[in-house]
């Protein structure tokens, strides 16, 4: 029960560390004066580290992984992605503040759902990860959902030369695999014994001895590609798009697989579907009212450009 606890606060921190970041990043994507893409990685990736803004967001970035970390080795998957959505509070307040981002009685609706999101899946009570990690079943799962969801993101991919609101979609679905390839590398750690905390220097000594340790090593090296996509693809995203909106959208797609992978893949129970059912719904509710606002905004922005 206190690990549970300190999950629950764990995950609150770094959902607060990750929604600062958008903001901060924001700023110094918008004085930019080219458009950051994978065609000019080299080159945008230099500009940004020059600017200190955009460093010091990555810094609260980099401090946000330790408490997600430990909350992930505690309550798992399918309650930490959730609960990170009340870091969405600080996300809007900021983007108005500092940003000036103004949010019509819709789009503050849609975010105040997905951060109920969180409450609701707390109170379905998800058990932790229940599945053996080295099963070749549990295995093949983990391939075969990757799969899918590369295929979703190169989906995305293509609808975002058009709708820069799925630059969200893929964001959103790469991080989600780089989560439950984080998850994991915590199941393949704590099935083989180790504590993650407490064991850390083992871990770390039998990195190349130990035959688990070595395919938990796989899964993390996943989880550094996948992750560093997300977050170079939000750099995208943030520069075309309102930060009150584009991360909080990729955060809920974020959550919503991840919570659906926790499920299927790492056998997490729901003792109470009702609540888990009511949560999920209205993630997915409020993807399509902020998802479908902007694209009517880009495209009613488009025909005046055209009129022009």
């Not at 819709?106 to 969180?118: E, F």
């Not at 719904?281 to 022009?308: C, P, R, V």
Request: glycine share 6%; charged share 10%; aromatic share 12%.
């Amino acid at each position: 029960m206190v690990e549970y606890v300190f999950g629950i606060i764990f995950s609150v921190f770094a959902g607060i560390c990750f929604n600062l970041v958008p903001v901060m990043q924001k700023e110094a994507l918008s004085n930019m004066k080219h458009e950051v893409s994978f065609s000019n990685m080299k080159y945008s990736l230099k500009t940004m580290f020059r600017d200190r803004k955009w460093v010091f967001g990555l810094i609260v970035g980099l401090l946000g992984v330790i408490p997600f970390i430990i909350a992930m080795s505690w309550v798992g998957i399918s309650v930490v992605q959730p609960v990170m959505n009340i870091g969405m509070i600080v996300l809007v307040i900021f983007s108005e503040k500092k940003l000036d981002e103004k949010l019509n009685i819709w789009s503050k609706l849609s975010i105040g759902l997905m951060i109920a999101m969180p409450f609701l899946i707390w109170l379905a009570d998800l058990s932790n990860a229940q599945c053996n990690i080295t099963e070749t079943s549990t295995r093949n799962k983990i391939f075969i959902v990757t799969g899918i969801i590369l295929i979703l993101i190169l989906g995305c991919s293509i609808l975002a030369k058009k709708y820069s609101i799925f630059l969200t979609g893929v964001i959103g679905l790469f991080y989600a695999l780089g989560a439950y390839y984080m998850q994991a590398y915590m199941s393949m750690i704590a099935i083989s014994g180790y504590d993650f905390i407490q064991d850390l220097d083992l871990i770390i000594k039998r990195a190349f001895t130990d035959p688990n340790i070595i395919m938990a090593n796989v899964f993390f090296v996943a989880l550094l590609i996948f992750n560093g996509l997300a977050a170079y693809t939000l750099q995208i995203g943030l520069q075309k798009l309102p930060a009150s909106k584009c991360n909080p959208i990729q955060q809920t797609i974020n959550n919503i697989v991840s919570i659906l992978s926790g499920i299927l893949i790492f056998e997490q129970d729901i003792n109470n579907i009702f609540f888990y059912g009511v949560g999920v719904a209205f993630g997915l509710f409020s993807i399509f009212m902020l998802g479908s606002y902007q694209i009517s905004h880009t495209s009613n922005l488009k025909t005046l450009l055209d009129e022009k």
